[in-house]
Nanobody, 119 residues
Framework: QLQLVESGGGLVQPGGSLRLSCAAS?????IGWFRQAPGGEREGVSC????????NYADSVKGRFTISRDNAKNTVYLQMNSLKPEDTAVYYC???????????????WGQGTQVTVSS
């Protein structure tokens, strides 16, 4: 069973930055980052193909967030810059065989890490 562990969440002021990490026990998968705000649906934020050659972003984070992966460390990163209060959510990483921003395409999920953007 593939295990994923997120870290790096926290409280940051608007305009600030955070870097989330997703450590995986196995790594031959596409990895996606998703978020879910209170009362909201889980939405795709970004995804990266298994070898890291292809990335995709939700329109709401394009130009602010960057996804990358270090396969030697079995870790995927989400660098989040120019954070806004509407970025506040629990962020999850997920692993799957499909390169996608759709939650149902992913079979394995981490436990989530809270990101709060507030002054």
């Amino acid at each position: 069973q593939l295990q994923l562990v997120e870290s790096g969440g926290g409280l940051v002021q608007p305009g600030g930055s955070l870097r989330l990490s997703c450590a995986a026990s196995g790594f031959a998968y596409s990895i996606g980052w998703f978020r879910q705000a209170p009362g909201g649906e889980r939405e795709g934020v970004s995804c990266i193909s298994s070898r890291g050659g292809t990335t995709n972003y939700a329109d709401s984070v394009k130009g602010r967030f960057t996804i990358s992966r270090d396969n030697a460390k079995n870790t995927v990163y989400l660098q989040m810059n120019s954070l806004k209060p509407e970025d506040t959510a629990v962020y999850y990483c997920a692993a799957g065989l499909l390169y996608s921003l759709v939650p149902r395409d992913y079979a394995y999920w981490g436990q989530g890490t809270q990101v709060t953007v507030s002054s």
